[in-house]
């Protein structure tokens, strides 16, 4: 951690919300007691993704091949989908009709979940996380969707500077003509019809400023962990028919990111794939052979909690 944040400051990215992390373990570490230090353990490989994530925008200018693959997705989309949008890509079909209904309150409404949906993508695997740890207080369970997710975060960050991908905004924007090394405008993609109705640069910044890597479309994240967390929270809790209900919220995500601009179906089915080769990896070897003979995953995870830290 020391290493990241040396890093960052050398390069002026340090931002407010690194404190909030340094904040964060440093109470854990103080009040928690035995929790807080099982906690840390157990979330350590999703917080270590997060740093290793953030320093890509230190690397990414560097490390990234040079090549941004824009036109070879969209044809490939276009072949595959472009039935469903009437000739168009779907993303492209969809941003014809907001554009053509943009003071419509059904566009608004969209607009206003997609881009929920789109925000909640961040906080999503640390919920799942906590009720499959305290909740369900399976901690095995917890950890095969933990190293699961952070398997899959490895193979798409390899991929993310591999093969870095034009998202379907930039062709909308730009045409098919590869881009700059450096970063363009417009990454929010259909995400800026908010920020013009809310009259604030929010999503533009975030996607924008704060991205670490705007080329970084195939796997969809957006696609992986929606489906990843229905199928953990299905197997802890739901396995009913009520339980296929937890398969509504990656729909709902997925078309979110086919109608914001931010992917094409193909990305989407590239982090579905990705996600179920990172949880073959993590159901058939890292748990069987290495953190079922390390871990005692007969703790159980409530119990610690009840006991006063003082």
């Known amino acids: 951690m020391l290493v990241w944040f040396s890093v960052l400051a050398a390069f002026g990215l340090f931002r407010p919300d690194h404190l909030l992390f340094i904040g964060f ?51 490939l989309e276009h072949a595959l989908f472009g039935w469903l949008g009437g000739g168009q890509i779907p993303s492209f079909a969809l941003r014809d009709w907001a554009d053509a209904h943009m ?8 607009d206003s979940a997609s881009a929920a949906l ?8 640390l919920l799942t996380m906590w009720a ?8 095995r369970l917890m950890y095969e969707y933990s190293i699961t997710v952070a398997v899959l975060n490895v193979f798409a960050l390899v991929t993310y500077m591999a093969l870095p991908v ?22 929010a993609g259909g995400l800026a019809d908010l920020d013009q109705m809310l009259g604030i640069r929010l999503f533009g910044h975030i996607w924008g400023d704060l991205n ?19 199928l953990f929270m299905w197997a802890a809790f739901g396995k009913t028919r009520r339980g296929l209900l937890w398969l509504l919220y990656p729909a709902a995500v ?6 914001l601009d931010h992917h094409y179906l193909i990305d989407l089915l590239a982090g579905a794939f990705y996600s179920a080769v990172a949880w073959l990896i993590t159901d058939r070897l890292l748990l069987p ?17 009840r006991r006063p830290w003082w």
């Not at 970084?216 to 957006?222: C, D, E, I, K, N």
């Not at 997925?254 to 109608?259: E, G």
Request: no cysteine.
């Open 103 to 110: 003071t419509s309150p059904l566009k608004i409404g969209i």
């Open 212 to 230: 670490a890597n705007q080329f970084a479309a195939v796997p969809s994240l957006h696609g992986a962990y929606p489906l990843l967390g229905a």
């Open 25 to 75: 373990v440093a109470v854990v570490l103080a009040v928690g007691g035995r929790w807080g230090r099982v906690l840390l353990i157990d979330w350590s490989p999703f917080l270590l993704y997060t740093l290793v994530y953030d320093l890509m925008r230190v690397v990414t200018g560097t490390l990234r091949a040079k090549t941004v693959h824009v036109a070879g997705p969209y044809h």
């Open 254 to 259: 997925w078309f979110a990111a086919v109608y």
């Open 132 to 139: 499959l740890w305290y909740v369900a207080d399976n901690r």
């Open 118 to 125: 789109y925000v909640f993508h961040f906080i999503a695997p």
């Open 289 to 305: 052979r290495l953190f079922d003979r390390r871990l005692d995953f007969t703790l159980k995870i409530r119990p610690l909690f």
């Open 166 to 187: 034009a998202p379907p905004w930039y062709v909308r924007l730009y045409g098919l003509a590869p881009p700059p090394l450096e970063r363009v405008a417009g990454a």
